[in-house]
């Protein structure tokens, strides 16, 4: 660029002093001092227009207000917010809380106007004018959120009150304005994060000399760094010797340091690897006795790949062998807990159990089984006695015929059959047999209610087993399978041999207070025969060559004593 002031000396001093000055603002970045000359021409342009304040954001001065409003902005996120939710931290020091705040606003005003005077480069040199400074500033967003952050919104204090007598939110919250200001904390963040250094290596044992592009790389001082801690870590050692005392003594705490972290780690995870292994080894001697079994008692080979297949599907979805064995070592509280959490949803499925009090469902719930079935294994065949119902938790089963071949439904996750084949209600014309062939489409998990489980639950439970029988002969006088005159005379033979009972439970308390009458009487009779055979004793006078003489009365005691 060439000077001005050189070429034409008879120019106007005001035109070289403003080239002058443009020359020393685009070089200083590259020479970073300024000759005595530019000094001197800013100084005459300056005396000749005024001073007029700019502030410069590469400067220490820009640095250190964005501390003062991030401060202030950090004041309001943190304290308003607490003060709107928490009313004893607002009542605790209002009238200090109150300066603060106001403090902060006028820190707010004062930042409005350095930021309207922050200047900004254009093609390189600084833009020290005012009202373009002004008209840029009114035109950005930040404008915009620094008038939202000032608004008054205080005034609603005397509408609302200043006290916050134990209400949520309290009334400071109408200053949550003041949070628009917060990208100033971004921009002190980001001026921060440039300001930042690191130190290079001052000799080859921290990093070798960096001005070399080989050793400049990002890329090598990453892995060069990941290696050293690497070698440091395990305890390999072959790092390079320290040259400093202050080195030694790092060294020393990076070593001990990297020991016990790798023991930790390599303990942790010794340990992990072994309880997986133990588990899998359970399992696998599990499986393996089984395939000794088959081999012993030559199963044949289709149904041997059945049986490993479906080890296989357990293995692959967590499933535990025997749940059973797991859980008894809970107390029943607990063992309760986890039943009512994993199978309680699903039993109020149940149309039949839907309604019913929670004691008794809570109590079924830890009678259920979860059985496993394999591709093509029927649960239950046509003409079975039911004993068991089933609710399918996950898989598919289909419905067939006789010749195994034709589809009439498919069940899946959720359906529940066979549940009222294990009330053993009275008509029911299928005799509580099963109606229809189920098999599992593939791999089915069913849960699974035995007859018996159900009927030691409704011993308890009396009238929830009347409303289970109802509901069962509902539903199975609404599907025409109850014979009503099988109904009725089993009522009629209840009532009969509830009557009989009555009888019974009669005759047996007569006979129990009668025998008690006797007993006591009894009991009674044998006190005063001791009693009078205690007399008799006394009074006998007994001669050695003559016989025994009893008085009149012991004589009608010993003769009513034989009666």
């Known amino acids: 660029m060439e000077n001005t002031c050189r070429e034409d000396p008879d120019q106007n001093l005001e035109d070289v002093s403003k080239e002058a000055m443009r020359e020393a603002s685009c070089l200083l970045p590259f020479t970073g001092k300024r000759s005595d000359f530019d000094v001197e021409l800013e100084e005459l342009f300056f005396q000749k227009h005024g001073r007029a304040f700019v502030v410069d954001p590469s400067e220490n001065f820009h640095y250190r207000w964005l501390s003062v409003i991030s401060a202030a902005v950090l004041y309001n996120v943190l304290v308003i917010v607490g003060r709107s939710v928490f009313w004893e931290l607002q009542n605790a020091m209002p009238i200090a809380w109150y300066v603060f705040d106001y403090t902060c606003d006028g820190i707010y005003l004062l930042d409005m106007v350095f930021h309207a005077r922050t200047g900004y480069l254009e093609q390189g040199l600084l833009v020290r004018n005012t009202r373009k400074l002004l008209k840029r500033y009114i035109e950005s967003l930040h404008f915009k959120l620094d008038l939202i952050s000032l608004v008054p919104t205080d005034v609603a204090y005397f509408f609302l009150g200043v006290e916050c007598k134990v209400r949520v939110p309290c009334t400071v919250i109408v200053r949550l304005?003041?949070?628009?200001?917060?990208?100033?904390?971004?921009?002190?963040?980001?001026?921060?994060?440039?300001r930042t250094n690191f130190r290079f290596g001052t000799d080859n044992w921290v990093y070798k000399n960096i001005s070399l592009p080989v050793y400049g790389t990002l890329r090598h001082q990453y892995i060069y760094s990941f290696y050293w801690s690497t070698l440091t870590l395990t305890t390999i050692g072959e790092v390079p010797i320290p040259e400093k005392d202050a080195e030694y003594v790092f060294v020393v705490i990076d070593f001990l340091v990297g020991v016990l972290i790798f023991a930790t780690?390599?303990?942790?995870?010794?340990?992990?690897?072994?309880?997986?292994?133990?588990?899998?080894?359970?399992?696998?001697?599990?499986?393996?006795?089984?395939?000794?079994?088959?081999?012993?008692?030559?199963?044949?080979?289709?149904?041997e790949n059945r049986v490993i297949k479906w080890f296989d599907y357990l293995w692959t979805n967590?499933?535990?062998?025997?749940?059973?064995?797991?859980?008894?070592?809970?107390?029943?509280?607990?063992?309760?807990?986890?039943?009512?959490?994993?199978h309680l949803d699903t039993l109020k499925r149940v149309k039949l159990f839907q309604d019913c009090e929670p004691g008794l469902l809570v109590q079924l719930v830890l009678k259920l089984r979860l059985q496993v079935f394999s591709p093509g294994d029927y649960i239950c065949r046509k003409g079975d006695v039911g004993k068991e119902m089933y609710i399918v938790k996950r898989g598919k089963l289909s419905v067939v015929g006789d010749d195994g071949r034709t589809v009439f439904a498919t069940l899946s996750d959720g359906s529940v059959f066979g549940e009222l084949s294990i009330l053993n209600i009275t008509g029911n014309k299928t005799g509580n047999r099963r109606t229809a062939n189920v098999r599992s489409v593939g791999y089915s998990d069913l849960f699974c209610l035995s007859k018996e489980d159900l009927w030691i639950v409704l011993e308890e439970y009396a009238e929830a087993k009347k409303m289970l029988i109802e509901r069962g002969r509902s539903i199975l006088r609404r599907d025409g399978l109850l014979d009503e005159d099988a109904v009725k005379a089993s009522e009629k033979e209840q009532e009969s041999l509830q009557g009989k009972c009555e009888r019974l439970e009669k005759a047996l308390d007569n006979l129990q207070t009668r025998f008690a009458r006797l007993l006591a009487e009894y009991m009674a009779f044998q006190i005063k025969m001791k009693q009078r055979i205690s007399r008799l004793e006394g009074r006998t006078d007994v001669d050695d060559n003559g016989p025994v003489t009893v008085d009149d009365d012991d004589d009608a005691a010993s003769q009513s004593s034989q009666l």
């Open 177 to 194: 304005n003041r949070l628009f200001r917060a990208y100033r904390m971004q921009e002190f963040s980001d001026r921060t994060e440039a």
């Open 265 to 303: 780690i390599v303990g942790n995870v010794g340990s992990m690897i072994t309880n997986m292994n133990a588990a899998r080894a359970d399992f696998q001697h599990r499986m393996d006795s089984v395939k000794q079994y088959m081999e012993f008692r030559k199963v044949s080979k289709e149904l």
């Open 318 to 342: 967590k499933q535990s062998l025997d749940e059973d064995k797991i859980t008894s070592m809970l107390p029943d509280k607990l063992k309760a807990e986890i039943a009512i959490h994993v």
